[in-house]
């Protein structure tokens, strides 16, 4: 992982004088965004669980899911469904017996739970974001879209109104750029889905 600070280098100069942690703000800002559109941070891990196992964390501290791409437990597809779903299609699902499950949901933010409850191997992979208090970033983010990062972060802070630094037509054309190289990497993202799926093993950068 790379300190999410690296990307100020890049929006320092378009904005002289802004303090650190406001710039801090809307480069992290801009990488949420960045990553909910092309969403390029995949990761998988697998837990070995059982009865009274009520929640796997999914994801690190400076990351939160945005969404799980597969899940499976021994290798067999769960079918995923809303935590209130569970008490409608097994009221018992918290209960220790062992079982085999079929589905899974979200009881909080990063958790996976399954029901029925089952000793075995559950393996998730996810697209994960960073969260709203990360102060780093993957590596291969920072090394091939910091600049992109960059021209996000000053979409925003350059249009704050009253700063030494404000200039909005500066600002409309970093947002340009930065909207720019979304669709063009959406696009991108869209035609690698269309072809073979990518399997990656479990690593926080």
Not at 66 to 72: A, E, K
Not at 92 to 100: C, G, H, I, Q
Not at 186 to 191: A, K, N, T
């Amino acid at each position: 992982m790379t300190p999410i600070d690296e990307v100020l280098r890049d929006m320092a100069p378009y904005a002289p004088g802004a303090p650190e942690p406001v710039m801090v703000l809307h480069a992290r800002n801009a990488a949420i965004d960045f990553l909910r559109r092309v969403q390029i941070w995949r990761d998988h891990d697998e837990f070995d669980i059982e009865p009274g196992d009520l929640g796997a964390v999914c994801a690190p501290d400076y990351a939160r899911v945005h969404r799980f791409t597969s899940v499976t437990f021994n290798d067999k597809p769960l079918e995923p469904v809303s935590f209130e779903a569970f008490e409608r299609l097994i009221p018992e699902w918290r209960s220790t017996a062992d079982a085999v499950p079929r589905w899974y949901s979200q009881s909080e933010p990063n958790t996976i739970v399954v029901a029925p409850q089952g000793t075995g191997t559950l393996a998730v992979g996810t697209i994960l974001v960073p969260s709203d208090e990360a102060d780093v970033l993957p590596d291969f983010l920072m090394e091939q879209y910091r600049r992109d990062i960059a021209h996000g972060g000053l979409a925003s802070l350059l249009m704050l109104p009253g700063q030494p630094f404000t200039n909005p037509e500066l600002a409309a054309a970093h947002g340009m750029r930065f909207a720019k190289r979304l669709d063009e990497l959406f696009s991108l993202s869209v035609q690698g889905q269309q072809r073979a799926p990518m399997r990656t093993r479990a690593r926080f950068m």
